[in-house]
């Protein structure tokens, strides 16, 4: 817990009056930045583990529809680009801006969005079951032990070179090989990642923050995917 962070998260959940544009109802999440965790305490004085999140402001850079697409979607936009290429500069020039991160999302109502809209954390309220997708940290090459839970070899009748060895990873005879995905050391993490089953804590939709309960994937200031689940 960084003190950056706790000053964040105690602003965030203080009541303000700074008027934010109406959320779109169909929109199902957002593109947002971990910031951190930190600890915040509810009406009773019990602690919670929350993650901040800054989500948005996320930009329309396209509206999909069934009749030229195929499927109905929105295209946002999140972190503003210095440098982009000459096809996504194009692309970009109705949302007036260019942007790092372009992810998609499928909604009901198209009649809600519009190219170069901009929406804002209060698609969220405190209370709205999510699921987060990101990308985990990376944690380099790891044995077997440390990266799928092996329980090691004996550390008696003789054994002293095999305390965290993988063991067998197949027969001799038949098949003669090792099967596909056979799990063995390798490089652990970095990878999709979605924890399902988080809910929201606070939403401070005038400075863009939501408070998330427990841990999300990622390391700070990664990008993350926030969708709203049932």
């Given amino acids: 817990m960084t003190t950056e962070t706790q000053d964040r998260a105690e602003e965030s959940v203080v009541d303000n ?20 965790m930190t600890t915040v305490y509810d009406d009773s004085g019990r602690a919670n583990a929350v993650t901040m999140v800054e ?43 260019t942007y790092q991160h372009v992810q998609e999302f499928h909604v009901s109502d198209l009649g809600e969005f519009e190219v170069g809209q901009e929406i804002r954390a209060n698609v969220f309220e405190a209370g709205d079951a999510i ?11 790891a044995g077997g032990v440390k990266r799928h839970g092996f329980a090691g070899g004996p550390k008696t009748h003789g054994q002293s070179d095999r305390h965290r060895a993988p063991g067998s990873v197949g027969a001799g005879t038949y098949p003669g090989r090792v099967w596909p995905g056979t799990r063995m050391a390798g490089h652990m993490g970095d990878r999709r990642v979605t924890t399902r089953g988080l809910s929201v804590a606070a939403v401070d939709a005038a400075r863009n923050y ?20 049932g």
């Avoid at 408070?211 to 926030?226: C, D, T, W």
């Fill in 131 to 141: 699921k987060v997708t990101g990308r985990s940290k990376g944690k380099g090459f």
């Fill in 17 to 36: 009056d700074i008027a934010v544009p109406e959320a779109p109802g169909s929109m199902p999440g957002l593109l947002g930045r971990k910031i951190g």
């Fill in 55 to 97: 989500v948005g402001p996320c930009v329309v850079t396209q509206v999909k529809t069934e009749q030229r697409d195929g499927y109905q979607a929105v295209q946002i936009g999140f972190v503003r680009a210095k440098k982009t290429n000459m096809p996504l500069r194009g692309h970009f020039e109705r949302a007036g801006g």
């Fill in 210 to 229: 939501i408070l998330v309960k427990g841990p999300v994937p990622g390391a700070r200031n990664s990008i993350v995917r926030i969708e709203k689940q």
